[in-house]
């Protein structure tokens, strides 16, 4: 088993500059950066830094343990609540409570291993090429069947399945009985063994979530009724719900019906109004010439000429790069920060403005709704590798063993790829990065930041992560068991209770090779990254749209990763870089999708 300690997404130190606004020009005439402008973010973290951080975590898991102890104790009283606990626009009835309003929960068991700094330790640098190309590996035999010299393909056919370890796996077993890393079918919570992440098959299956939420029948609202004669204050619950329609996808749609009511209902400002939004939609929903529309215009962007000075950014050789190079410079300001979700929200609205205005793009951003995948993302269509396709999987590559995070105290199995993209639009040939990795446990990260590292697009999808993180379950109780921004951002980013990676994190891994989308800086390699993250703020505008009024504008925290190093709070009327990608924009601006500069919703 591989044991060593990565940069997994969310997790990291050190602050990054921002990259100055360039603007982009269909020539290839450079634009000169200013040398003070673009300190270089060096790989190998810095000795100093890690000491300042384990001080600064002990502080901070003393003063959060104890936030979250008056939190879930007074959440009947806001006004006795510690201000660091309190949203930035301020409660209402019980809007301090870390779980909604449930007085009773609690939440005490703050896995602080999430705090831990990175690159701790490194595999040494192999001479082997970890990612080979297709006419290096074999291809999966039929039915993924076990290849003499590597584990089997980890697969569940339905949720039951996944809150036992497969006997089949060598590897799991392997794991289960190792004293150094414990096979994370079992997380553990204030001392107590549980086969679930929080919100997980388990708690919904016995009738009750770890919120404290019981689920009953007879509070049961169905699709239909729920978005019939709504009363304006409604926000459905998770006790409204059976664990059927929870688990099954039903209460996460039928939010999404309450969420679009409250857009139809809302008296907007300008010109945008609900009949003019543009509709982004799930990639699957899109007819067959639409997706391809969609893929060409990604793959014609990697053609457009970059405006950057390449020799200050040698990596950058398109307008795509300008947005992996943007992410890259500004990881440490842009996760685990206030501005996490509005950042990434604008990201993803200037990536779908480029395919319009520079590549012809006629049609809106799809998102990916990986909880449709959750229990088999091998066999989605949106990775079957067609020609109508996000790309296949990579290429099985056997003799791959368990890897261990540190940081999370998490071993996983080697998912069902691991090489390169074998066929489909972004496959080898079609679809090349340049810059990264920063953060792969290979030994095959770059020397410097930007520099060029030509390379196929890496995949290996992973039903690990999906089946604990990524399930309709998951998604539904963050989504009606937090109304509190703080939680809320909390628990998607996987910083809260015994969910390690949150739906944020895990969508990372789940489908992505340690090269691009699992590389916490240069994730958006892989064009995935934009639909992984047009679902995150689906959730994210959904949550919103339950409750305008206390939700719209609501936001908590500073600038800097988990306040690494401490940095002033944000505010609404901060200004935020966007580097390469576009100029900077005011905090205020960018939280609502139907106000402000935007005029788009989702179906």
Avoid at 225 to 239: A, D, G, H
Avoid at 365 to 376: L, V
Avoid at 492 to 517: C, E, R, T, V
Wanted: charged share 15%; net charge negative.
């Amino acid at each position: 088993m591989h044991a060593h300690t990565t940069l997994a997404l969310s997790l990291s130190v050190g602050l990054a500059s921002a990259i100055p606004a360039c603007k982009l020009a269909n020539t290839t005439t450079t634009t000169t950066v200013p040398a003070y402008a673009l300190p270089e973010v060096t790989v190998a973290p810095q000795e100093k830094q890690i000491v300042d951080l384990r001080s600064q975590i002990s502080s901070l898991k003393e003063e959060l343990s104890s936030q979250l102890a008056v939190s879930a104790t007074q959440c009947n009283a806001p006004a006795g609540m510690s201000p660091a606990a309190t949203p930035a626009n301020g409660p209402k009835g019980n809007k301090g409570c870390p779980s909604g309003d449930n007085p009773s929960a609690t939440h005490s068991a703050v896995n602080w291993s999430y705090f831990k700094t990175a690159h701790m330790s490194r595999l040494p640098a192999t001479s082997a090429a970890p990612y080979p190309a297709a006419s290096d590996s074999a291809s999966k035999p039929d039915g993924y069947s076990k290849p003499a010299d590597n584990h089997e393909p980890h697969f569940y056919s339905k949720p039951e399945d996944y809150n036992t370890k497969p006997t089949s796996s060598a590897a799991a077993s392997s794991a289960a009985e190792s004293t150094e890393a414990p096979f994370p079918y079992t997380s553990y919570t204030n001392g107590t063994a549980s086969h679930y992440p929080t919100g997980s098959s388990s708690a919904l299956s016995s009738g009750a979530l770890s919120t404290g939420v019981s689920l009953s029948t007879s509070q049961t609202v169905s699709s239909s009724s729920t978005t019939t004669s709504l009363s304006p204050t409604y926000i459905p619950q998770l006790s409204d719900y059976t664990s059927a329609e929870i688990e099954g996808g039903d209460a996460l749609e039928d939010a999404s019906k309450v969420a679009t009511q409250r857009l139809q209902e809302r008296e907007l400002d300008g010109s945008c109004t609900f009949e003019t939004a543009r509709v982004r939609t799930e990639f699957r929903k899109m007819s067959n010439d639409d997706r391809k529309s969609f893929t060409d215009a990604v793959l014609c962007l990697k053609q457009v000429p970059t405006s950057v000075d390449q020799s200050a950014y040698p990596g950058v050789q398109s307008r795509y790069d300008e947005y992996v190079a943007t992410h890259i410079n500004m990881t440490m300001n842009i996760h685990v920060t206030a501005d996490f979700l509005a950042w990434h929200r604008n990201f993803v609205a200037h990536f779908e403005e480029d395919l319009i205005n520079l590549c012809g793009y006629t049609g809106s951003m799809p998102y990916w709704d990986w909880a449709r995948d959750a229990y088999a993302p091998h066999e989605s269509e949106v990775f079957n590798g067609d020609e109508f396709s996000l790309g296949s999987d990579g290429v099985y590559v056997g003799g791959r063993g368990d890897t261990y995070l540190g940081l999370m105290d998490v071993t996983f199995p080697p998912g069902t790829g691991g090489g390169c993209v074998h066929s489909g639009p972004f496959s080898e040939g079609n679809f090349v990065s340049t810059l990264g990795p920063l953060d792969s446990p290979y030994g095959d990260n770059v020397a410097n930041s930007y520099d060029y590292n030509e390379r196929c697009l890496v995949r290996d999808l992973n039903v690990f992560f999906s089946s604990r993180y990524n399930t309709y379950a998951n998604v539904t109780q963050l989504l009606l068991g937090q109304d509190n921004i703080q939680f809320f951002q909390a628990e998607m980013q996987g910083f809260y209770g015994d969910n390690k990676l949150g739906i944020h994190g895990a969508g990372h891994w789940l489908g992505g090779g340690p090269s691009q989308m699992q590389d916490f800086h240069s994730s958006p390699n892989d064009p995935i990254f934009f639909l992984h993250h047009a679902m995150i703020d689906r959730v994210w505008a959904i949550w919103q749209a339950l409750d305008v009024e206390e939700r719209q504008r609501a936001i908590y925290g500073t600038s800097t990763l988990n306040n690494s190093p401490p940095s002033p709070e944000k505010h609404l009327t901060d200004s935020i870089p966007f580097g390469f990608v576009g100029q900077n924009e005011i905090f205020g601006d960018l939280m609502d999708t139907m106000g402000g500069k935007y005029c788009y919703r989702y179906e």
